[in-house]
């Protein structure tokens, strides 16, 4: 098992998250959502179970909630004194995303970057430097064991520029368990990019290589991915892969406090 990185809060979720890793593939209405753990059907689960796991552990993600359902539980937690923030789902299937994922991967990398996939056997150091990245660029980072494949079904990708410095990352894996109506959607995230490298279609392609790694190599029916409503570069990357916002379905993250727990 890998370390962990990050607040006290986010090294206390990430360590939840692995050592219930297992048990999550057995419980309806639960699933991985790397950092944290997280719940995929409220109705199964249940709100009060949610709001225990919140309170015993400090936060708890939502994934794929019928945005009707949002109001109630934002409600339901803010009582109990929780923040969650939801974020818009942008969701493609195989057919809509892989032909445009292996058009935008076909020529390679931006001149002068190198793309490196982060590797089960990538070492402490290395998988640390990442998530110094991820967590120097707003994101929440991940354990180091799911983000080398060990806990979750996964593939996590750099681009690194000349210096071999880190210039963008992305991330996929399956999150879903077989009781779940979200079996084999993939998600993906942890798409960052260095300001200096910022404009040169790294996100782009980074995005894109993670879409093509989890039709070919994870076997995913659906790729899906989260965007806050006002981050406009995201969106942009997103729908140049071929997803597009579902009409409905939001993913939140609630935690105990006021601060915004990820970007």
Same mark, same amino acid.
Request: some cysteine; charged content about 20%; proline content about 5%.
């Given at each position: ?8 809060? @986010? @090294?206390?979720?990430? +360590? ?5 890793? *297992? +048990? ?19 109705? =199964? ?6 709001? !225990? ?18 109001? #109630? ?9 929780? $923040? ?17 994922? @292996?058009?935008?991967?076909?020529? &390679? %990398?931006? %001149?002068?970057? +190198?793309? =490196? ?8 150091? *290395?998988?640390? $430097?990442?998530? =110094? ?9 991940? /354990? ?7 806990? =979750?079904? #996964? ?9 071999? *410095?880190?210039? #963008?990352? /992305? ?6 368990? *077989?009781? /779940? ?7 993906? &995230? ?10 040169? !279609?790294? &996100? ?9 790694? #989890? ?19 995201? +969106? ?10 579902? %009409? ?6 609630? !935690? ?8």
């Amino acid at each position: 098992m890998r370390g962990y990185f990050g607040t006290d809060l @986010q @090294q206390r979720l990430q +360590r939840q998250a692995d050592e219930w890793a *297992e +048990r999550v593939t057995r419980t309806p209405g639960l699933c991985n959502a790397g950092r944290v753990l997280s719940c995929d059907d409220v109705e =199964v689960f249940g709100l009060e179970a949610c709001a !225990a796991l919140v309170a015993r552990d400090g936060g708890l993600g939502f994934r794929l909630v019928p945005g009707e359902r949002t109001g #109630a539980i934002t409600a339901f937690l803010a009582a109990r004194g929780c $923040r969650i923030d939801w974020w818009d789902t942008f969701a493609g299937s195989r057919e809509a995303c892989l032909p445009l994922a @292996q058009s935008i991967v076909a020529p &390679g %990398p931006p %001149p002068s970057f +190198r793309l =490196v996939p982060i590797l089960p056997a990538a070492s402490e150091a *290395e998988l640390e $430097r990442l998530q =110094v990245f991820l967590a120097g660029n707003g994101l929440a980072p991940f /354990s180091r064991a799911t983000l080398a494949g060990e806990t =979750v079904k #996964a593939r996590f990708f750099a681009l690194v520029d000349a210096e071999g *410095e880190i210039a #963008a990352t /992305s991330f996929t894996y399956l999150p879903h368990n *077989e009781f /779940s109506a979200f079996t084999g959607h993939a998600w993906g &995230g942890l798409a960052a990019v260095a300001p200096a490298h910022r404009g040169k !279609a790294l &996100g782009r392609y980074i995005n894109a290589r993670a879409a093509l790694a #989890a039709f070919e190599e994870l076997g995913a029916t659906t790729f899906y991915e989260q965007v806050s409503a006002e981050n406009v570069a995201s +969106r942009r990357m997103v729908e140049a892969c071929g997803l597009t916002l579902h %009409p409905s379905l939001k993913s939140g993250l609630a !935690a105990v406090g006021a601060e915004k727990f990820t970007r």
